[in-house]
């Protein structure tokens, strides 16, 4: 199966085993990046209560299953009439996860469902009122429409096959003050991606799941990365670093492995003061990186501005394309970063 999404741990710029790219003189270290949310919930709302408020999804051509270039089949009788609400108790999980709320409370069961229930309801300013009353919380964050597909696809090709599953959906979130007023909508969509290929006499399809189980899967999978909404998130990064280029270089890169990186600094420092000019410019960018691991952004761009400076003023035979890309990209990242700071210090407070 692949999913490609944002991988999330609980602690900043927690360091693990280094690997080295294909340049020689450059490695890479992994670093967690707190990511703001997009929207930014008022600073009074200290609890919330999830609900799911969709109704059962029901469209055409919901399971497409194409067996072959002449061969397709719809199928149209495998409902998940708990879509909704397992996305909200993935969601749920997730928010109270990250610690960004005081509390999280999950309402156990849908409220929109027939035969009183309809499609595109909203919740009304008497329901949300309740729905807080009962919770003893400050807004409401409720699913209000699910949208779901699959598509199943095999393919030949000279004695194999290719089997894979895409399965998509789309959500409708609103969040609710206390005033039954909606403060934010957002329409989440995403998918999530399975495959598979072997031999044709083999016909074995049992990496690819079924479709219900796939369902399942992806409601899970979209309750967990809606919170990305309205909490910062932990978002994993590689850095590049010069390792090789001056003899002290490999004294910093063990430093680096005790996680040491006040000291290994002062070596780029000294390297940076001692060094020619290409050495100067590969110090000063991981004087850089060694900035923005410790938070002080502002100054890891001086640093980097210095490095891109140094590069650029170097002749094609002495520094390549490369480095001097390298240094443009991480410039531009690291502003970023300052530009995020500020939509940071508003969600989570100024102790960054």
Not at 333 to 349: A, D, H, M, S
Request: hydrophobic share 40%; charged share 25%; glycine share 4%.
């Amino acid at each position: 199966m692949r999913i490609v999404k944002k991988m999330k741990f609980g602690f900043l710029f927690t360091l693990s085993t280094m690997f080295f790219v294909s340049c020689a003189s450059v490695s890479t270290i992994p670093i967690e990046v707190m990511r703001p949310a997009d929207y930014s919930v008022p600073p009074d709302v200290l609890s919330v209560v999830v609900v799911d408020f969709s109704f059962p999804y029901r469209g055409d051509s919901t399971h497409v299953l194409s067996l072959s270039p002449q061969k397709t089949t719809v199928v149209d009788t495998i409902w998940i009439d708990d879509f909704g609400l397992r996305v909200a108790e993935s969601m749920a999980v997730e928010l109270d996860n990250r610690a960004f709320f005081d509390s999280v409370f999950l309402h156990p069961v849908s409220l929109n469902r027939p035969p009183a229930g309809r499609p595109n309801l909203p919740l009304s300013p008497y329901q949300v009122g309740r729905i807080l009353e009962d919770y003893n919380v400050q807004a409401v964050i409720a699913l209000e429409s699910v949208e779901y597909r699959s598509r199943f696809k095999v393919e030949t090709l000279e004695g194999f096959y290719y089997a894979s599953l895409d399965a998509n959906s789309r959500l409708l979130w609103k969040i609710y003050d206390a005033q039954g007023q909606t403060m934010d909508a957002y329409i989440q969509q995403d998918s999530i991606f399975w495959d598979n290929s072997d031999a044709m006499y083999s016909g074995d399809y049992s990496s690819i799941p079924g479709i219900r189980y796939a369902m399942e899967s992806l409601a899970d999978f979209m309750g967990k990365y809606y919170p990305d909404r309205i909490a910062p998130y932990w978002e994993s990064q590689n850095r590049f670093y010069y390792s090789t280029g001056h003899h002290l270089f490999s004294r910093a890169k063990d430093l680096l492995r005790a996680n040491n990186w006040d000291h290994a600094a002062r070596v780029w420092y000294y390297v940076f003061d001692e060094g020619n000019k290409k050495q100067k410019a590969m110090a000063a960018f991981n004087i850089a990186l060694s900035f923005e691991v410790r938070g002080d952004f502002k100054e890891a761009v001086a640093w980097a501005e210095i490095s891109k400076k140094l590069f650029e003023e170097m002749s094609p035979v002495r520094v390549s394309t490369p480095d001097k890309v390298r240094t443009t990209l991480y410039t531009e990242e690291l502003n970023e970063r300052i530009r995020e700071t500020q939509k940071l210090e508003e969600q989570v407070g100024a102790g960054l």
